[in-house]
């Protein structure tokens, strides 16, 4: 693991998903930028200090020289966004398999940059647009494909969060680490992710406004965007931070010609299915009725809920299945179920698009191709 | 009543919304552009025949012509949208007071004649944006007004139907008989209504992107936009006609600097309050907490849920309220709280502003000031 | 109507009821035991003096003594309980059809009495355990009838209030007007009988355990109870008056060998089916897809929403329609969906013998026959 | 680990559990009473086949055998029930502590005994009644216990599911390894562990009715009763087996003088106390206004909902905080929190009452003392 030291939130959360299913065990990381805060959390977590790095041109250097059984199989880099493209990078030419937090990079063009090296390296990299990891999640997109909405129409997906409705410090509203975004960088990009995710469509073009409702902050801590579809349908997209009392509610609704269904995060075991002429449905997670991909990402029955973790560790679970091909010299299976690369340079030519937006006026534009 | 003749759904929910308090008697009415099945719908609901009329303009001078305890006290107007204006001008001619059906007219411009008839009257002119009467949007109202909100800086209004999904004929898909627009004149009104209603905001400009979805209807079945409201509140508004299994679902969430609030027409009893630091609290109708202006609007205790009839005939209580001061020579009460004809001409003008933007690319316009 | 008078609730809700449909029309009334009270209270409804009574003895003879086509076609009685009887037997001998507030009568033995009596005359007598009045408790009950939940196993019915949570004055606690059960009497039979109406089961014994949780207080404020059905079923039953911050959520869940249903009053648009093989399913009143027996007793479009004084209209309506065939010298038509002297006798024989078991220890007691 | 081979349930979920916080590390079993099938599940667990054992006699001898730092430091009993005493006691024996699954043992008798030897051997002995593990099931408690309901006057604990609906072979239904009781035993014991944790009442006395719906199923598959507290409180509880549709709804009302609280283990995140006089309260698991104890057991953010594995994980948790202490040569912390020996003999006693009360016709009666 790179980052995820002592105080930060979502290196405790990768390290539960990952060993969730006993499949996967930290043996070394580069905890933080600060040499001794490294040293520290390695401690914490019971590592063998050989192990703990003072940064992580060391750690991948130090690692990649280690006989190929006592080496480690991946690293996961949960760093703030502007260093995720440099660790990746470095760990990719040491020759690991990476899996990486959002958003992908700090940019649009090393994003592109990292899909090069991606391909070239012929490494595992998994991102961890986490939400499509819930079962419920891919029981709506096996709806999708399975033709059961009918053609799409209509997609509405919200991110409201209030974290940041107080003056804050932190590092996701400084563009010099976060990028160019805020509020669609760190929660947009989930939201178009599991739109893109559930229903296949890509944007066309898209408006977004951008408000920033905290002075004294640099970056948009609201956008709401309309969204154009290839093929026409249409689409509402918002991440807002300063929506007081909102926790995390990322939600999705879409409509097509033949049912609509309806997806919220924080009652992830369910998927409403709405009908013009029949009865809503309520699709729960660990029945028989789901279908095998959602059965597949399944640990309990039905009734004993499963949640934010557990969806996490599904793609850490495909990510090592993906690391198992790869060291025993197979290809990556086609089938793999987590966010590739390809999936990052969307999400990073996303908010190029919706920032490129915002700082036009809000104008309609074009999706950036990558 | 004007309109609402046999299979006609609205002019039925009028009735028992005027009915419901025991204060107001259906006592004369045109039912129908068609005589005979104005005499047939008359006769159905047990009235007088000689005060049955084959058409407005005959019953609007008739019933002029009655002595003055003997005539009707106020027209209900429920005709489609293109008669709305002709009708209600045709009774404030004649010395009646007026409660209307939305949108308030065929276009903006009778708007704006409609609002001067009414000022030159002086008589009730009452909308039916019926959403108003329920008891926790006027507890909402409250709470913005006392502040409890705080600044308010986003609001979400979503207005999604179904019943348009399929291809149909209805008047509100024909451009000769509903205006210029079908979703946004017919449901996004009533979602712009309440939001102003809820928060005062007024709206400085907006991009709104229209669609029609189901091939061969001329006006759009689907409305998405982006808001700028004066003083830097930014909103999300949309109205669906073609939205599979969605019924009824006007829902709004405002969002202030202290606390912010959520209200589902489908749940209308009950208001969700969220804060950041303290407990969600649910606020619901006929509970000793809730402020005096929900309490007059109730008609039953807590956990015996009223409905939208009886927030429709909140609407019809206040518009006999202000009739009752009309008839005792007073001036209507400045504490009325029914939507007016001001309403109507910021209604006009949303639908309006909404068919600009839509008409130019889906671009930033102002609103149209009236 | 007798009883009602100023502050009274439930008058209230008769009347708005009542009127709902336009069929009905309060012309009569002998509001209050208090001959002021009940001319003011006449006033305040704006009846003809000469038929606002001092008592229901006078009113009961003196419309009797109007010629056919003056009188009134029914009374409704909404006294506290221990003068239903001798009111409804007033008038059922001065010829009249009743509408009455249950519980029906004060004990079981004038219960007996009131179904003689009620026989005797062949006029029409509607209980108003208005929960059956409910479109979608109508749907649940057709569903059992034809077989889709499969037999019968188990039934809750949970009827939890808190207004009697402190110590209070009310006629509802005071044996000699309430009878001798409160909880169960007032509450506790709308529970009994909703289970009843869904499923045709019937009580072979139950065990009940009754409570007084304010001190002072003479009847049960809280009762619970375990059921034994006719054919082996099963239930849990209680009523509660002291359960702080419930409203009136009376809600059902019946549990079959294919499906299960779950019903709640504060909710009563929805009904939801629950089947282990396939998802739940969620009715929803107003759609093609209800039955007819639902679709009779709706007046509005899905999504706008229904509730508790359309569900009291229903028997109203249910109650008219007999009284009309009355009137027009046929027999009650044998498809009429009220509850009859017959529940309102097995209520009464429900409360008996939930007060025989909580007085001899909470043993299981058979059903009394009646 | 001794149990919990391929195919059994609850051996993964105790397995997940332990290993989500990094603390715990599964190295030896015996996973099946049958040798090999307890080999083959040390494989695919990845264990040292030294430490897969045949059977427990075996690995409790073995274990005690290594030195003291290369041995287990505790043992987790995920075997049916007949056996979780002659399994804890064999470990307790050789000097291990002890997790246990639930019920804690055969019968009342074995209860008893396996008290004796936790005190006597002075080593931690944690049940897994998990539903107590939850964050805002200790909030609940926090609540009883500061007061913040008054005095608990009702407690309502249901928990219905439908999986035993069809005939089937389980060991639960068995009473050779089951126990007297299936459907109390199983989860019935849950649902009164949970009351009591949340309001610390005792049960003085309990009136039982057992059904066995399933034919040729020779333990109930339905149990509900009715509860005296001491102290004057009342309860209603029931177990179910047999509620179609019903997955794993374990939910519990507490009625105070001055509030109530509800939780529904399917949507754990929150608890909802109800007030008479104020807006009812939603608490959600995560924000800054929980109680320290709630926070505690909490590993992510309000919003980011946790479930089952990590209630679970809770009571591992405090199990491994004990263990430590013993460990080091301490006392079990008086603070520990989690189900104890004293639980367990509880939830046996309670099993005894309801099969006593059950087989004689449900009657009431006293809590076995213990």
């Known amino acids: 693991m790179v ?27 580069a ?16 590592l063998d200090p050989k192990r703990v790095y003072a940064n992580y ?10 006989p190929e059984d006592q080496r480690i199989d991946f690293v996961s880099i949960v760093t703030p966004n502007n260093t995720h493209f440099p660790v990746a990078k470095a760990f990719l030419e040491a020759g690991f398999n990476v899996v990486s937090d959002k958003p992908m990079t700090f940019d649009l063009a090393e ?14 990299f998994a991102l961890t647009h986490n939400y499509t990891g819930y079962p419920m999640v891919k029981e709506a997109r096996e709806m999708v494909r399975k033709g059961e909405l009918g053609k799409i129409l209509k997609v509405v997906a919200e991110y409201p969060q209030g974290w940041l409705s107080q003056p804050s410090d932190s590092w996701r509203t400084d563009p010099s680490t976060s990028g160019a975004s805020c509020a669609v960088g760190d929660i947009g990009t989930h939201a178009e992710n599991l739109g893109r995710y559930i229903t296949g469509l890509e944007i066309e073009e898209l408006c977004a406004e951008f408000t920033t409702f905290v002075s004294g902050r640099k970056l948009e801590d609201d956008a709401n965007m309309l969204i ?34 309806e997806w919220h995060q924080e009652h992830p075991n369910e998927l409403i299915v709405k009908y013009q002429d029949a009865p809503r449905r309520i699709f729960r997670r660990g029945n028989p009725y789901v279908s095998d991909v959602a059965k597949k990402f399944t640990r309990l029955p039905s009734g ?21 091909a790869v060291k025993a010299g197979k290809p990556i299976p086609p089938d793999i179920d987590y966010p ?22 809000s104008t309609w534009t074009k999706f950036v191709s990558a």
């Open 31 to 46: 905890f933080s930028a600060n040499a001794e805060k490294s040293r520290l959390s390695g401690e914490d977590l019971g």
């Open 304 to 324: 004993h809920p499963e949640a934010f973790i557990e969806a996490f560790a599904n793609i850490y679970l495909e990510a090592a299945r993906a690391v198992e």
């Open 340 to 361: 590739t690369v390809e999936d990052g340079v969307l999400g990073m030519a996303f908010i190029a698009t919706a920032v490129a937006s915002a700082n036009n006026g």
């Open 3 to 29: 980052g995820g030291g002592r105080d930060a939130f979502i290196g405790g959360v990768h390290r539960m998903a990952a060993r969730l299913d006993g499949k996967i065990d930290l043996v070394a990381g």
């Open 57 to 66: 041109e060391t750690m991948a250097k130090t690692e990649a020289s280690l």
């Open 111 to 124: 994003a592109i940059q990292l899909r090069d090296l991606v391909k070239r390296a012929g490494k595992v």
């Open 228 to 261: 154009r579809y290839r093929g026409g349908a249409k689409g509402v997209l918002y991440a807002s931070q300063i929506s007081v009392g909102e926790e995390n509610d990322v939600n999705i609704r879409v409509y097509g010609t033949k049912a609509s269904l």
